[in-house]
């Protein structure tokens, strides 16, 4: 048989309804340029023997995400398909879940339609954490809104710095909050003595609950550098 010398390599970015085709000879290796970040691509690649054509060959991988470098960074879970375990923002990372949590939903919310939603064993703390930011994190404030179920059985919430998203041994806690109410309550956090510092960190939250059963719910995340207004007790 004849050695296969040439191939025909497609991508398309996920949803798109047309791919990019590019002919590739004498090696079968092609490298892709100018993707977007944080966007799933799908690639077929077909041999083409001259006279005739294998089936494809399909694979799909994302892009990296980009490290925030614009403030404010803002996050109100409101553009994602919600009330799935795949209702989770781009860029952002879950180390732990616990029934697919932390997700966003509809149930509540503080801007409609949809907040995030974590639940957790009493033993296992879920966490959410943000992509990373270009701003050395003493520099940087920031402000949500939180809504528990329970002022005692949703257990606290805590606020922390991480250096890897995936590797919960990074966590550096930073704030830990006990509502008083279950009504939606506003909270300003600073990062300026913390004990980790520097670039490229990331903000975590987590939740420690006394009950497997109960919720918090986060919305309207704003990270912006520190303008000097006090943090809330």
């Known amino acids: 048989s004849d050695e296969i010398s040439a191939w025909v390599l497609e991508y398309q970015a996920e949803g798109s309804t047309t791919w990019t085709v590019e002919n590739v000879t004498s090696t079968p290796e092609y490298t892709i340029n100018n993707l977007a970040t944080a966007t799933t691509y799908n690639v077929r690649v077909k041999s083409d023997c001259g006279n005739e054509e294998s089936g494809y060959q399909t694979i799909s991988f994302t892009t990296q995400c980009d490290v925030i470098t614009t403030l404010p960074y803002t996050q109100n879970f409101d553009n994602i398909s919600s009330g799935s375990e795949s209702a989770f923002p781009?860029?952002?990372?879950?180390?732990?879940?616990?029934?697919?949590?932390?997700?966003?939903?509809?149930?509540?919310?503080?801007?409609?339609?949809?907040?995030?939603?974590?639940?957790?064993?009493?033993?296992?703390?879920t966490t959410a954490v943000t992509p990373q930011f270009a701003e050395d994190i003493h520099n940087l404030q920031l402000n949500f809104w939180l809504?528990?179920?329970?002022?005692?059985?949703?257990?606290?919430?805590?606020?922390?710095?991480?250096?890897?998203?995936?590797?919960?041994?990074?966590?550096?806690?930073?704030?830990?909050?006990?509502?008083?109410?279950t009504s939606w309550t506003e909270y300003t956090l600073n990062f300026d003595t913390t004990a980790i510092s520097g670039t490229n960190k990331h903000i975590a939250f987590r939740q420690h609950s006394n009950s497997s059963i109960y919720y918090y719910w986060l919305d309207d995340v704003v990270i912006d550098l520190n303008n000097g207004s006090s943090p809330t007790d």
């Open 90 to 125: 781009n860029c952002w990372a879950r180390p732990i879940q616990y029934s697919g949590y932390p997700y966003a939903v509809t149930a509540y919310s503080h801007s409609t339609p949809a907040s995030l939603r974590f639940q957790s064993l009493t033993t296992s703390p």
């Open 147 to 181: 809504k528990a179920e329970s002022t005692t059985l949703s257990g606290t919430f805590e606020v922390g710095v991480m250096t890897d998203p995936n590797d919960v041994s990074s966590f550096t806690g930073v704030w830990t909050i006990q509502p008083t109410s």
